[in-house]
């Protein structure tokens, strides 16, 4: 009988940004057998060192609590999987970093008669690369699918190149919730949901922050927030360059318009009307029947992802809300992309908890077997592997960062320093040089 029908679950997730342990790890408690209200588990979390490895204020912002927490390479990890024993394992890592642990952990168990069952997906809506990023999460024994929308595409994918599609597994958002909707604050309050790279440049992002704070000159009786992913020098999944709060340090602002950080379920607790361009945020608003809009300003793009809400009757530009205008949302498109907001989200992960209880509960597991291997993908699976110091059969390459041993406070210092360095890069320096080459 496994561990887990006797006592908590153990579960381990790998992330590399905040938004991803935030997914990953809210993830392992929704799968995770329920005793009354609260799931049976340990927790503990592991976080790939790079540039995108969250702070501790983003950690906190999170808001969800490890047993234990810990910064790792890959190689570290592989080594710690292979000395501890888990139940269940969540990858909440970009698509290359969940290929290249497929691959190591079948190393490091291929002489084990156990295993724990490995799960993956995504952190929000899947808007571009859908089979790049499907057939690099091809081999965990769960592919999580956030709708039934999903689900479908992702079986599609994986039957159309010949390969497995058992492993998808439809569930929900795993951070959905808070309370209803009950109708307007006392001020009224438009919330824009910011997101790090969409959109890129300059102009676009100054045009938004400037429709912002026209609508809060407007609408002197509203109160109006930009909710922030970051501070400037933090990253979250994706590379914020040009930060909103550079842009507004520039601007004369009405005393309504207001920069806030903090949890967003928080913010959507006073929240009246919810903005974003494609933001996931546009979820969580329409899970609490918020009122929401996807803005349309800037065009209806695939770059953008706003083409995500099509048919969503979310659709609007700032010169509608100005007016006064509320999108009324598709009651079926709602209903496909796992949103819930009939009350149907406490079941969506059954599913998910029965086909794990029904792994564990299996004498043994076989090997892990991705999709890409060095025959399948000769040309491609080697760069993949190496990004994370594995070769082809995922053991760690000569030279690989502590391939034998933890690092020491020197060496410590030095990865801060060094993941500060490329920050700083990316936010200051690289953005004068690209405008340099513009001149």
């Known amino acids: 009988m496994p561990a887990s029908a006797t006592k908590a679950l153990r579960v381990a997730v790998l992330a590399d940004s905040d938004t991803r342990w935030k997914w990953g790890a809210l993830t392992a408690n929704r799968i995770a057998p329920h005793s009354g209200d609260r799931p049976e588990i340990r927790l503990d979390g592991y976080l790939l060192r790079g540039r995108a490895t969250p702070t501790a204020r983003q950690l906190t912002e999170v808001g969800v609590r490890a047993d234990s927490l810990s910064e790792v390479t890959a190689v570290e990890f592989l080594r710690a999987m292979s000395d501890k024993t888990y139940d269940v394992l969540v990858l909440a890592l970009v698509g290359g970093g969940v290929q290249a642990m497929l691959h190591g952990l079948k190393r490091v168990w291929e002489d084990r008669s156990t295993r724990p069952v490995v799960v993956t997906g995504y952190v929000g809506v899947v808007y571009e690369k859908l089979a790049d990023g499907l057939l690099l999460r091809h081999g965990a024994d769960l592919v999580l699918a956030n709708s039934r929308q999903d689900a479908e595409r992702f079986r599609a994918v994986y039957e159309g190149v010949g390969a497995d599609a058992s492993s998808v597994t439809e569930v929900a958002l795993p951070f959905l919730g808070g309370a209803a909707y ?15 790279s969409v959109p890129e440049s300059r102009k676009d992002r100054t045009y938004l922050l400037d429709r912002m704070v026209r609508h809060a000159r407007r609408h002197p009786e509203r109160e109006v927030l930009l909710k922030l992913r970051s501070k400037p020098g933090e990253h979250t999944t994706h590379i914020e360059e040009l930060p909103y ?5 520039k601007m004369d602002l009405p005393s309504n318009f207001r920069l806030v950080y903090g949890h967003m379920g928080e913010v959507l607790d006073r929240t009246d009307l919810l903005v974003t361009v494609s933001s996931t945020a546009a979820l969580e608003s329409l899970h609490r029947s918020i009122p929401t809009a996807v803005l349309t300003d800037l065009g209806v793009r695939e770059s953008l992802g706003n083409h ?28 496909r992309q796992g949103v819930a907001a009939d009350g149907a989200y406490e079941t969506a992960f059954d599913a998910a908890r029965e086909r794990i209880a029904k792994l564990l509960s299996a004498p043994g597991l076989p ?3 991705p999709y890409y291997t060095p025959v399948t993908a000769p040309g491609y699976l080697p760069g993949i592997l190496a990004r994370h110091h594995l070769g082809v059969d995922g053991s760690p390459l000569p030279g690989a960062p502590a391939a034998d041993k933890s690092p020491g406070p020197v060496r410590q210092i030095v990865r801060r320093a060094a993941r500060g360095a490329y ?3 990316v936010q200051r320096v690289a953005p004068v040089i690209r405008r340099m080459g513009e001149l």
């Open 367 to 369: 090997p892990l077997t």
């Open 182 to 196: 009950a109708g307007e604050h006392e001020p009224c309050t438009v919330v824009f949901a910011a997101q790090p």
């Open 245 to 249: 709060q550079k842009l507004a340090q």
């Open 308 to 335: 995500h809400f099509i048919g969503s009757g979310c659709l609007a530009s700032w010169d509608q809300l100005d007016d006064g205008h509320l999108p009324v949302p598709d009651a079926e498109w709602v209903a």
């Open 423 to 425: 920050r700083h890069g």
